[in-house]
């Protein structure tokens, strides 16, 4: 459905800007929208294909949204990987959601 989109803007590992449209009704998560709108070469994100197993969709929240809070697999990938912020998420435990509208994130380097 059309309505269901949300408005998401992911800037790449470029340091390029994109506004995207995110569905919120397909059940995909941050990493898979990055996937699918092929803002990252292809084998240097989800590599574990979003089992919290490798911190390749590592990214920055960079505006002020709430998001589920962060489970135990993810804060022990995320404390073993490279260049984590505070702000630092896993994009594939991050569900696309209505109330995520106009978020923003940078993807963190690749490792």
Request: net charge negative; proline share 5%; charged share 25%.
């Amino acid at each position: 459905m059309e309505g269901q989109d949300i408005k998401i803007t992911i800037i790449d590992r470029d340091g390029v800007s994109h506004e995207i449209d995110a569905p919120t009704d397909m059940a995909m998560n941050l990493m898979e929208v990055v996937r699918s709108y092929e803002l990252a070469p292809e084998g240097t994100i989800g590599i574990c294909g979003g089992m919290a197993m490798c911190a390749s969709c590592q990214c920055y929240v960079l505006s002020d949204h709430e998001l589920p809070e962060m489970q135990d697999d993810e804060e022990a990938m995320l404390s073993e990987a490279f260049d984590v912020k505070d702000n630092s998420r896993l994009g594939c435990q991050i569900q696309i959601a209505p109330e995520m509208n106009g978020l923003k994130i940078e993807l963190a380097p690749e490792s």
